[in-house]
């Protein structure tokens, strides 16, 4: 797959385009150029393509990015350290520090929704996923966000109980939030609260893997939001569903990695 990525045709992101965020790095670029590719196979020329530094970024990998997309927009380490010092100071905020540190999975709040670009509502994709079909939900989403929109999961994956989660929050908390698509409001984002929410989870039932989705279920709470259909937008899809190629959009996890790795990518 990663060799593959070779024989990929030029990617097209439009400046004035719908905007699609993506934290990624050496690790998954070559997940995130798939996605993308799969994505304007079916909207050519929509998608406004932001890839943001996960922290290991360098002078071959934004040389490899604007060789393989065009208009590509990358946020690097220097503007996402200015962004911070200004939104998130370290010394006000040395849990979301700390955390950025040890746990990448927390910059997909921290590092994307503290950039200054114009766009309060901020859409944020995986890399690890791939379109069927167009995407019609998150097209008109993102030509109008009024409140947040999600995946739903297969099953719950929180890594804290809600009775904590809510406790914290004040709020009831929306099953089954799968952050594969995300689209929040970034001035809707306390990062004072957020501090607050880390610390308290973790006094109280220790750290999780899961700790990014958890506090995207408390800051959504129970405001009104576009749930994706399931049944369309797949995370974790079955081997059956991956071959048929079912539904709009599938989020590879779990055992659907193997899948994705063998087959998918090959007939996206």
């Not at 040395?94 to 540190?101: C, D, N, Q, V």
């Not at 200054?116 to 901020?122: A, R, T, V």
């Not at 087959?263 to 090959?266: S, T």
């Given at each position: 797959?990663k060799?593959?990525?070779r024989s990929l045709?030029?990617?097209?992101?439009?400046?004035?385009g719908?905007?699609?965020?993506?934290l990624?790095?050496?690790k998954?670029?070559?997940q995130t150029?798939?996605c993308?590719t799969s994505?304007?196979k079916y909207?050519?020329?929509i998608?406004r393509?932001?890839?943001?530094d996960?922290g290991?970024f360098n002078?071959?990998?934004?040389s490899?990015?604007?060789?393989?997309?065009?208009?590509?927009e990358i946020v690097?380490?220097?503007q996402?350290?200015?962004?911070?010092?200004?939104v998130?100071?370290?010394k006000e905020f040395?849990?979301?520090?700390?955390?950025?540190?040890i746990y990448?999975h927390?910059k997909?709040?921290?590092?994307?929704h503290s950039i200054?670009?114009?766009?309060?509502?901020?859409l944020?994709?995986?890399?690890?996923?791939l379109f069927?079909?167009?995407?019609n939900?998150?097209?008109?989403?993102?030509?109008?966000?009024?409140?947040p929109?999600?995946?739903?999961?297969?099953?719950?994956?929180y890594?804290?109980t809600?009775?904590i989660?809510?406790?914290l929050?004040g709020s009831?908390?929306?099953?089954?939030i799968n952050?594969g698509?995300?689209?929040?409001k970034?001035?809707?984002?306390?990062?004072?609260t957020?501090?607050?929410w880390?610390?308290g989870?973790?006094?109280a039932?220790?750290?999780s893997?899961?700790?990014?989705?958890?506090?995207?279920a408390m800051?959504?709470g129970?405001?009104k939001?576009v749930?994706?259909?399931?049944?369309?937008?797949?995370?974790?899809?079955?081997?059956?569903?991956?071959?048929?190629k079912e539904g709009?959009?599938?989020?590879y996890?779990?055992?659907?990695?193997i899948?994705?790795f063998a087959?998918?990518?090959?007939t996206?």
């Open positions: 797959m060799r593959a990525v045709p030029e990617i097209g992101s439009n400046p004035g719908l905007p699609v965020y993506f990624t790095g050496d998954y670029l070559y150029f798939f993308m994505a304007v909207h050519p020329d998608f393509f932001i890839l943001v996960d290991t002078k071959d990998i934004i490899l990015i604007n060789k393989q997309v065009k208009n590509i690097d380490a220097l996402i350290k200015k962004n911070l010092n200004l998130l100071p370290e040395p849990a979301l520090h700390h955390k950025r540190l990448p927390i997909k709040l921290t590092d994307i200054q670009d114009g766009n309060d509502w901020k944020v994709m995986d890399s690890d996923m069927w079909q167009s995407a939900d998150i097209t008109n989403w993102l030509k109008s966000p009024q409140s929109v999600y995946m739903q999961d297969c099953e719950q994956s890594g804290y809600t009775t989660m809510e406790k929050s009831k908390i929306q099953p089954l952050v698509v995300i689209g929040l970034s001035s809707a984002i306390s990062w004072r957020l501090e607050n880390i610390t989870l973790e006094e039932e220790n750290t893997y899961f700790l990014e989705q958890a506090l995207t800051i959504i129970e405001t939001s749930r994706l259909n399931k049944d369309k937008y797949i995370v974790n899809p079955t081997p059956d569903q991956v071959t048929q709009i959009l599938h989020h996890v779990d055992l659907s990695k899948a994705y087959k998918a990518w090959k996206s």
